[in-house]
């Protein structure tokens, strides 16, 4: 089958691989309608983690059963189906709490599995024609079989529980005003959600034009921090007393003034200083225990200088994690079907799976307009 593989920093192509086939009696193969490029891929695509050549990318899958293992009870051949990102096995301790992203069965030695990404167990990715599903009755959410909302439920895999847990991470409640630090897709989820919870003011800050628009027309109030210090640009609108609640969906690769400088902290320090006291944050912006491309050499071993008296000092208590997918899609699935929500406004492109080589690279470059790009097979 064709399938997106990494072969050196900046370069990925699309190749032939061996077709994935059941493995246990609760796998399924699923023949993949619509993968999405994730921010996180372009961790790996920038030689930023310790994925080697061959890996088969794609962590945001969606598509239709072909194949049902003898064990599998609850799903038939032909379902719509959507998968998280997050591979789990829905009965260890940590799954049985909700904790699915932290899953203790799949990825010995580590908590947490997912496809086609590195350390994250052995999972090839669904940038491709095939995927197989492990412990699929639990992983497997299914779908409309009228083919509806194909770029709404793709989103379920990943991005909008993301910017949703990140939300839930700082207890985001009606009436409150909100900082996203990122607009990029799990930015733009996360402050879309907030909005969907009953948020009275919602600043979204980055520099991208394309990204600020796009926070702008669900609501939200762009703030560009290539244009000054967003911290004062948001007190200035608060009162002088920030926000009561901040979420980072920015992550370990932040930048600063025009984008040319990482500070891997920025966004956490900006956080503390743009909450007020006894706010809470929710970072579920990636973090590594060591990044190879980091500015600082504490930075490489995933140490960075955040300002923790300043949050002591402040009263504020802090949330981070990925997020655990299946404690959300089910009720945010059933939202887009009865049209409360609709977050598929973040794709701004839709190719087939040839196309991938050239959108990771515009995509990693931020340039026309790339937004979210959701591969069909």
Known sequence: MKAVVYQEPFSVA????????????????????????????????????????????GHENMGIIEELGSGVTSLNRGDRVVMP???????????????????LTVNPGFAGGAYGYVAMGPYSGGQAEYLRVPFADFNCLTLPADGSHEADFVLLADIFPT?????????????????????????LMAAYSALLRGAARVFCVDRIPERLAKAAEIGAVPIDFSQGDPVAMIKDQTDGEGTDKGIDAVGYQAQVGDGSKEEPAVVLNSLIDTVRATGRLGVPGLYVPADPGGPTDEAKKGMLLVSVGRMFEKGQVIGTGQ??????????????IAGRAEPSFVVSHELSLSDAPDAYRKFDQRIEGYTKVVLHP
């Not at 009606?174 to 990122?182: L, N, T």
């Open 14 to 57: 699309v190749g032939e691989v061996d077709r994935p086939s059941i493995q246990h009696p609760n796998d399924v193969i699923v023949r993949i309608t619509s993968t999405a490029i994730c921010g996180s891929d372009l961790h790996m695509y920038e030689g930023r983690t310790a994925a080697e050549p061959g890996i088969v990318f």
């Open 85 to 103: 990102f997050n591979v789990a096995c829905g009965f260890c301790k940590n799954c049985m709490a909700g904790n699915t992203g932290f899953c």
């Open 163 to 187: 910017g949703y847990h990140g939300c839930e991470l700082a207890q985001v409640s009606p009436g409150e005003s909100v900082v996203v630090y990122g607009a990029g897709p799990v930015g």
């Open 323 to 336: 997020c655990n997918v299946k404690r959300y899609n089910r009720q945010l699935r059933d939202m887009i």
